[in-house]
Every structure is written in structure tokens, then in C-alpha cells.
T-cell receptor, first 115, second 113 residues
Framework: DAGVIQSPRHEVTEMGQEVTLRCKPI?????LFWYRQTMMRGLELLIY????????DSGMPEDRFSAKMPNASFSTLKIQPSEPRDSAVYFC?????????????FGPGTRLTVL | AQSVTQLGSHVSVSEGALVLLRCNYS??????LFWYVQYPNQGLQLLLK??????LVKGINGFEAEFKKSETSFHLTKPSAHMSDAAEYFC???????????FGAGTILRVKS
């Protein structure tokens, strides 16, 4: 079992550039979550999908952020244009179903640095 | 609205000593509660979860947590700390349909030899 796969693991970019983070959930999982982790704000849920449909995007900070899930095995989180305050570790997680008791499995994260 | 408070951003214990990491929650409905561990430069890994089946929950690596409704607490304990337990620990709450997790701020555990 490969677990949740994220790419790239590290990304350094300049302010104003477009950044795309990628996630492959565990096969058979139908819920997918994007989180952001910073020292100041901790772990924040940005958006989550169920059966490829966005269910709650209330955590997306602003219009510069967008997320898609074109199929059950792939999701992207895009930031355009990027700003230094977007620097953080972005985690993708997946789970089976939408039950509140279901465990979420986390990927290794993408460390984003915006200069 | 649900929330989680972790008391103590840093906890330091000696190897072999008791580990106690505190978590208090706020929830309008019976909650589901989780403890996750994060090792440096890694994602989060589930230690244990409370889903109302039993108030004392046993997890991996010798950790356990007790759900106390009257105290709205879900503290994490381990009888004897090991050097490999050094990591950051997160308490999280989920309620209702759609398993959104709300995380606490985290507690960094340091284990001294």
C-alpha cells in the first residue's frame, strides 16, 4: 500500500508565480482533504471532496486558491498568483466515506516557500 | 462550533517517565476524538480515536487516552516514555456528517535521556 502520495515534496517559487500541488489518495478512498500547516495558524482545513465533488471550501483563504479533483485518484491545489504568506506545508489526506469516525490518512506534505 | 485546546505547547519528560498530554474539547454534539502524531518532516499518523464504544481507548506504541465527558477532556498518556516518542502530538475533534477534523495547536514532546 503506497499511502497518500504528494508531489512535489518541496517547492520554492517567486512571488507572483503559479504553484500547483498534486495529490494521489489511497485507492478506494472517496474523501480527500487539503490542509495547510503554519507556525502561526497550525493545521487548517482548506477544502474537502467526497466522490470527487467539493463539499466544503470554506477554509480556502481567497480566490487565489483553487482545488480540483478530476477523478478518484488525483487532486490538485493551485495558487495563482502566489505570495510569501502562502509559505507553509500543505498536506493532503484521504479517508473512506464521510463518517465522522473515519480515520484520515495523511501524505508526507509539500513544503512551499514563496520568495 | 467545535474546538480543541491543547494545554502546553511543549512538554519535556525523562525517558521512562509518565507522558501526559492534555486535550480539552468543545462540541455541541457527542464528538469523535482523535490523537495524531507527527514526526519531523512527515505527515500525521493516527495514534488512537474515540468513537463512543469505550471511554478508555488504547492506541499504537503504548499510548492510551480516556474520554471524560464531565471534564470535556481526552488526555493522552503513556506509562513510560521512550526516546522514539519525541514528536508533535495533535488532538482533533470531528462531529456530524462529513469527517472534517478540527485540530488543536499541537504539543511538542521532548524526551530526555
Amino acid at each position: 500500500d503506497a499511502g497518500v502520495i504528494q508531489s512535489p515534496r518541496h517547492e520554492v517559487t517567486e512571488m507572483g508565480q503559479e504553484v500547483t500541488l498534486r495529490c494521489k489518495p489511497i485507492s478506494g478512498h472517496n474523501s480527500l482533504f487539503w490542509y495547510r500547516q503554519t507556525m502561526m495558524r497550525g493545521l487548517e482545513l482548506l477544502i474537502y471532496f467526497n466522490n470527487n465533488v467539493p463539499i466544503d471550501d470554506s477554509g480556502m483563504p481567497e480566490d487565489r486558491f483553487s482545488a480540483k479533483m478530476p477523478n478518484a485518484s488525483f487532486s490538485t491545489l493551485k495558487i495563482q498568483p502566489s505570495e510569501p504568506r502562502d509559505s507553509a506545508v500543505y498536506f493532503c489526506a484521504s479517508s473512506i466515506g464521510q463518517g465522522a469516525h473515519n480515520e484520515q490518512f495523511f501524505g508526507p506534505g509539500t513544503r512551499l516557500t514563496v520568495l | 462550533a467545535q474546538s480543541v485546546t491543547q494545554l502546553g505547547s511543549h512538554v519535556s519528560v525523562s525517558e521512562g517517565a509518565l507522558v501526559l498530554l492534555r486535550c480539552n474539547y468543545s462540541s455541541s454534539v457527542p464528538p469523535y476524538l482523535f490523537w495524531y502524531v507527527q514526526y519531523p518532516n512527515q505527515g500525521l499518523q493516527l495514534l488512537l480515536k474515540y468513537t463512543s464504544a469505550a471511554t478508555l481507548v488504547k492506541g499504537i506504541n503504548g499510548f492510551e487516552a480516556e474520554f471524560k465527558k464531565s471534564e470535556t477532556s481526552f488526555h493522552l498518556t503513556k506509562p513510560s516514555a521512550h526516546m522514539s516518542d519525541a514528536a508533535e502530538y495533535f488532538c482533533a475533534v470531528s462531529e456530524g456528517y462529513g469527517n472534517k477534523l478540527v485540530f488543536g495547536a499541537g504539543t511538542i514532546l521532548r524526551v530526555k535521556s
